[in-house]
C-alpha cells in the first residue's frame, strides 16, 4: 500500500468522527447492559447480508446491498431483542452462537469465489481510507437521524428500540471502516470512561476516540500500514491512558 498525503487523509477522519458520534453512546449503553458482543454478533449479520449481496453479483456500492445488509442486521436485532426479554439469563451465549454462525454463513458462501478471502478481510479491516464526501454525507444523515431519536426517547428508548437503532448504526459504520474498529469504536472509548458523570463520560469518549482516528491515520500514513488495525491499536492506547489518569 503505498502511503497516503496527509491531506488526503480528511475525509477518512472526518468519517471516523462521524462514526464515533453514535458509536461512543451506544457503545456506553452496551456494557450498561452487559451484551459487550452484541457489536460483533450485528456487525457479522451485516456482513453477511453484503456477503449474500455479492454472492448474487450486485453492486457493492448499489442500494440491493446496503437494503441486503440493512435486513440481516436489523432481522438479527429483532431477535436478539426477542430472546433478551424470553431467556436474558443466556443472553450474552445467544448473541456469540450468532456471532459464529453469521461468520460461517458467510465464508460458505464466499467459498466458490477466487477473490472471496480478500473480499471477507476487507469487511473485517475496512477501507475506511477510501472515504469520500458522499459516503460521508450519507451517514451524517442517518446518524443524525437516530442521535436525535435516541435524544427524543432518552431511556424511554426500550430494549426493542435499542436493539434497531443499533443495527441501523452498525450496518452504516461496517461497510466503512470495518468489523474490528466497529467493536473497538464501540467498546474501548466506553471503558475508557466508565465511572465518569454521563455528559463527562460522553465528551471525554469522544475526545479520546477522536486522537485515536487521528494518531491511527497518521501513523498508517506515515509507515505504511493498514488504517483499520493501526486505529484500532490507537484506540486501545488511548483508552489505557485515559483510564489510567481517570484512575489516578
Known amino acids: 500500500m503505498t502511503p497516503a498525503p496527509l491531506d488526503l487523509l480528511l475525509w477518512p477522519f472526518i468519517v471516523g468522527l462521524l462514526v464515533l458520534s453514535t458509536h461512543v453512546p451506544l457503545g456506553r449503553r452496551v456494557l450498561a447492559r452487559g451484551i459487550i458482543f452484541l457489536d460483533l454478533a450485528v456487525a457479522q449479520l451485516a456482513v453477511l447480508g453484503v456477503v449474500a449481496a455479492h454472492a448474487l453479483d450486485l453492486a457493492a456500492d448499489g442500494w440491493p ?3 441486503a445488509a440493512a435486513t440481516a442486521a436489523l432481522a438479527g436485532a429483532a431477535l436478539l431483542a426477542g430472546c433478551e426479554r424470553r431467556w436474558p439469563h443466556i443472553q450474552e451465549a445467544l448473541i456469540g452462537s450468532t456471532f459464529v454462525v453469521a461468520a460461517s454463513a458467510a465464508v460458505l458462501l464466499l467459498a466458490g469465489d477466487p477473490h472471496g478471502g480478500e473480499h471477507l478481510a476487507e469487511l473485517l479491516t475496512g477501507q475506511i481510507l477510501w472515504a469520500t464526501p458522499e459516503q460521508a454525507a450519507r451517514i451524517a444523515v442517518l446518524y443524525g437521524a437516530l442521535l436525535g431519536f435516541m435524544a427524543w426517547r432518552g431511556e424511554r428508548l426500550g430494549g ?11 450496518t452504516a459504520s461496517v461497510q466503512l471502516v470495518g468489523v474490528y474498529l466497529v467493536f473497538a469504536s464501540l467498546i474501548l472509548p466506553a471503558l475508557a470512561v466508565r465511572g465518569l ?3 463527562t463520560a460522553l465528551r471525554t469518549g469522544w ?3 477522536a486522537l485515536a482516528y ?4 497518521a501513523t498508517s500514513a506515515l509507515l505504511d500500514w493498514p488504517a483499520g488495525p493501526a486505529i484500532v491499536i490507537g484506540l486501545a492506547a488511548a483508552a489505557l491512558v485515559a483510564a489510567a489518569v481517570r484512575q489516578r
Open 207 to 209: 475526545a479520546v476516540g
Open 214 to 217: 487521528a494518531g491511527g491515520l
Open 197 to 199: 458523570p454521563p455528559r
Open 160 to 170: 426493542l428500540g435499542f436493539y434497531l437503532v443499533f443495527a441501523l448504526a452498525i
Open 65 to 67: 446491498t446496503q437494503l
